[in-house]
């Protein structure tokens, strides 16, 4: 049977993303990349501006050395956001991961605010220095990560295409107060995600459970029922 490549069967409806507007695009990947961590992002202007903004197009990449990647968008008017063109003029910053009670801040941050208006003091956060790099971190941060840039990839052109900055981690910061045992407790970080539309959600004890990994060689597939 020739299966048509884009099938009509009533349970799905299948959409190539060309035939949406870039909102409309925009707002599906959205929901389909969920939930997300949000990287709030600490750089300086060359001139020594500080900014901060959210980034939730985050990931890690790899451990070897220590690598992660934000995307901040080209704006809808073709320009850079101030977060990539201060990480292309300096090569330096921090990624400050966002907990649950850090969520208003963040928020108010990501609002376009007049040249020379620090993000820091309108939305409340607390800068301490950092240990290999210029920009400040964010105390009320539980975790951080000091960056250097690696590279810099874009994809597509215009408004909404992507711009990958991919960093490598010179230097952690973690909170005493969300250690159990030496480790990394998630529930303690309480971190905020971010999913489509306006939603966020939050880790907490009720929402996290343990699977361990399966051996690394599995013999004989598992029993059904
Ligand atoms: C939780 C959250 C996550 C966001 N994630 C992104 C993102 O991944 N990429 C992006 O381009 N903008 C993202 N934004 C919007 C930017 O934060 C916003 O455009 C901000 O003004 C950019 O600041 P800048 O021009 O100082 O870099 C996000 C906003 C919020 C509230």
């Known amino acids: 049977m020739k299966v048509p490549a884009f099938s009509d069967d009533c349970s799905f409806i299948t959409i190539d993303p060309?035939?949406?507007?870039?909102?409309?695009?925009?707002?599906?990947?959205?929901?389909?990349?969920?939930?997300?961590?949000?990287?709030?992002?600490?750089?300086?202007?060359?001139?020594?501006?500080?900014?901060?903004?959210?980034?939730?197009?985050?990931?890690?990449?790899?451990?070897?050395?220590?690598?992660?990647?934000?995307?901040?968008?080209?704006?809808?008017?073709?320009?850079?956001?101030?977060?990539?063109?201060?990480?292309?003029?300096?090569?330096?910053?921090?990624i400050n991961v966002v907990s649950y009670a850090m969520r208003d801040g963040v928020n108010l941050a990501s609002a376009e605010f007049p040249y020379g208006v620090s993000e820091w003091e309108m939305a409340g956060f607390t800068p301490a220095a950092s240990a290999k790099v210029k920009p400040g971190r964010v105390v009320e941060a539980p975790l951080a990560m000091e960056c250097k840039?690696?590279?810099?990839?874009?994809?597509?052109?215009?408004?909404?295409?992507?711009?990958?900055?991919?960093?490598?981690?010179?230097?952690?910061?973690?909170?005493?107060?969300?250690?159990?045992?030496?480790?990394?407790?998630?529930?303690?970080?309480?971190?905020?995600?971010?999913?489509?539309?306006?939603?966020?959600?939050?880790?907490?004890s009720n929402s996290l459970f343990e699977m361990p990994r399966p051996p690394k060689v599995v013999k004989h597939p598992p029993s059904k029922g």
């Open 18 to 94: 060309a035939d949406l507007s870039l909102g409309d695009a925009h707002r599906l990947l959205l929901h389909c990349v969920a939930p997300r961590p949000i990287a709030f992002v600490s750089t300086l202007s060359a001139s020594g501006q500080p900014n901060l903004a959210p980034f939730s197009y985050f990931m890690a990449g790899g451990a070897n050395p220590c690598s992660v990647v934000i995307s901040p968008l080209t704006t809808r008017d073709g320009c850079p956001k101030d977060t990539l063109r201060n990480i292309r003029e300096t090569g330096e910053y921090v």
């Open 149 to 204: 840039l690696h590279q810099i990839v874009p994809h597509g052109t215009g408004p909404l295409s992507a711009n990958y900055v991919i960093g490598e981690v010179v230097c952690f910061h973690v909170a005493r107060r969300v250690l159990r045992d030496d480790e990394v407790d998630a529930s303690l970080v309480n971190y905020l995600s971010r999913l489509g539309g306006d939603w966020y959600e939050q880790t907490t």
